[in-house]
């Protein structure tokens, strides 16, 4: 059986950072063959990170496994002169660590602990719209104003930062992850029954997006962004193919008014702004629209990449 005495503070950082290597490595095993002082990793610029905690702490490293936090082997192959580090996390180490990964970031989805560096804590959200002249008038302004009460308001409210690109046209999108590289992107305008999405031309007037345009775009910044929300009308075909490349995408599964989308948005802030995690916000935000006594609680629909 597996000891059940606490750790300590030392252990329990270690194991911290433990977790926070496999989870940039998108897996729940840390890997590395040695051979002399060379060392291969499935991402090679966490090569220095791991051999540091690997050989600074390999006693705490026995301890955790004597818990069950971790299964720590070292071998030999028989084809090989290498040797051969393997470290496996257990459930029991990420459920240990919870509280204190929820606290250095919000952004635990589904239970799943997303470890960002120190610089990454705070969570950074990029609100986009688009109102084209030649489109019906929306209320984005509300919108806006509503998110940023809201997360003003919040529990968390110094763990969040909100940054705002309006009238935006195709080329202002990937300046705009560029530039404030967020880990939640919230569009706001129209969509068509052919899932585009409406941007702005030079002229002010529409400028549609395929679904496999967008999907592209976001196919690059994959290993920042972590959320995207699209509270805009047919947007679930936009939503189906970003899902491929990012975590989580909210769609609209047909049209959407606007007290729906503002009030979606109201509850799916509040729940972020509490600490609460990206599918529980959508949940709150659906059932904001319940609360609103408007018949679009089924639109909005969570999609998660597998």
């Known amino acids: 059986?597996?000891?059940?005495?606490?750790?300590?503070?030392?252990?329990?950082?270690?194991?911290?950072?433990?977790?926070?290597?496999?989870?940039?490595?998108?897996?729940?095993?840390?890997?590395?063959?040695?051979?002399?002082?060379?060392?291969?990793?499935?991402?090679?610029?966490?090569v220095g990170e791991g051999e540091t905690l690997l050989h600074s702490h390999i006693d705490t490293f026995q301890e955790l496994r004597k818990r069950g936090f971790v299964a720590f082997n070292l071998n030999k192959p028989a084809y090989s002169n290498m040797f051969r580090y393997?470290?496996?996390?257990?459930?029991?180490?990420?459920?240990?660590?919870?509280?204190?990964?929820?606290?250095?970031?919000?952004?635990?989805?589904?239970?799943?602990?997303?470890?960002?560096?120190?610089?990454?804590?705070?969570v950074s959200i990029l609100f986009l719209s688009a109102d084209p002249t030649n489109a019906s008038r929306l209320r984005l302004g509300e919108e806006l104003r509503e998110i940023q009460e809201k997360l003003q308001l919040a529990r968390l409210r110094d763990k969040f930062m909100l940054e705002q690109r309006m009238s935006v046209r195709s080329s202002d999108i990937s300046q705009a992850l560029l530039d404030i590289q967020p880990h939640i992107v919230h569009f706001s305008g129209h969509g068509t029954s052919r899932g585009e999405l409406c941007f702005e031309n030079q002229m002010g007037e529409m400028?549609?997006?395929?679904?496999?345009?967008?999907?592209?775009?976001?196919?690059?910044?994959?290993?920042?962004?972590?959320?995207?929300?699209?509270?805009?009308?047919?947007?679930?075909?936009?939503?189906?193919?970003?899902?491929?490349?990012?975590?989580?995408?909210?769609?609209?599964?047909?049209?959407?008014?606007?007290r729906a989308a503002i009030a979606f948005s109201i509850g799916f802030y509040q729940a972020l702004g509490a600490g609460r995690t990206i599918e529980e916000a959508y949940k709150l935000g659906v059932a904001q629209i319940r609360l609103q006594g408007v018949p679009e609680h089924l639109t909005p629909v969570l999609n998660k990449k597998e």
Not at 4 to 33: A, G
Not at 92 to 121: F, H, S, W, Y
């Open 207 to 258: 400028h549609r997006i395929q679904p496999d345009a967008l999907a592209a775009l976001f196919e690059q910044f994959a290993n920042q962004v972590k959320c995207v929300v699209l509270n805009a009308c047919y947007s679930e075909m936009q939503a189906n193919a970003i899902v491929k490349h990012i975590e989580y995408v909210v769609g609209m599964n047909q049209t959407i008014g606007d």
């Open 86 to 122: 393997q470290l496996d996390i257990t459930s029991k180490a990420i459920e240990n660590c919870k509280n204190k990964i929820i606290q250095q970031d919000p952004l635990v989805a589904g239970g799943t602990p997303v470890l960002q560096m120190p610089e990454q804590r705070i």
């Open 1 to 46: 059986m597996f000891e059940n005495t606490p750790l300590s503070p030392e252990q329990e950082d270690v194991l911290l950072e433990l977790i926070r290597l496999t989870r940039k490595l998108k897996r729940k095993r840390f890997f590395m063959e040695l051979n002399g002082n060379w060392f291969s990793m499935y991402n090679s610029q966490l």
